[in-house]
């Protein structure tokens, strides 16, 4: 990924083609899909949607196959409804990374970087934790 602005782009552009009626019923599943079926183009990276560690399910994990990679990232989905609260979403993905974070089997992944992913109907937001 390197810059995840050109991903986030892509994952936007796909999220904002779906109508309205493509959005009904659309939760964190759909949007776990949409994520992991773009990443499968990473070429360079082994992916791995929701692995246990410690009883607890980070959403996505991207491990470099080599060591040129120069990052490896822990990703962590939110998707929000029109109802939702977007501020207890976000305060709720946040901490779910730094629970992440704290565990060991995540704590020796070298050089990663974790992101919470916020998508809705209007597009897709980045949050470096």
């Not at 939110?78 to 089997?105: A, F, P």
Request: hydrophobic share 35%.
């Amino acid at each position: 990924l390197g810059d995840e602005k050109p991903f986030k782009n892509q994952l936007e552009e796909i999220i904002k083609t779906l109508s309205n009626r493509d959005h009904m019923g659309f939760d964190e599943k759909y949007f776990q899909v949409i994520t992991l079926s773009l990443l499968s183009f990473a070429e360079f990276y082994f992916i791995d949607s929701q692995p246990e560690k410690n009883k607890k399910y980070p959403d996505i994990l991207l491990i470099g196959r080599d060591d040129k990679v120069p990052n490896n990232y822990l990703l962590e989905l939110k998707w929000i409804k029109g109802k939702d609260d977007y501020e207890t979403i976000r305060n709720k993905g946040i901490n779910q990374v730094k629970e992440y974070l704290k565990l060991d089997k995540v704590k020796s992944i070298p050089k990663l970087r974790s992101f919470l992913v916020i998508g809705s109907k209007d597009g897709v937001e980045f949050i470096e934790c």
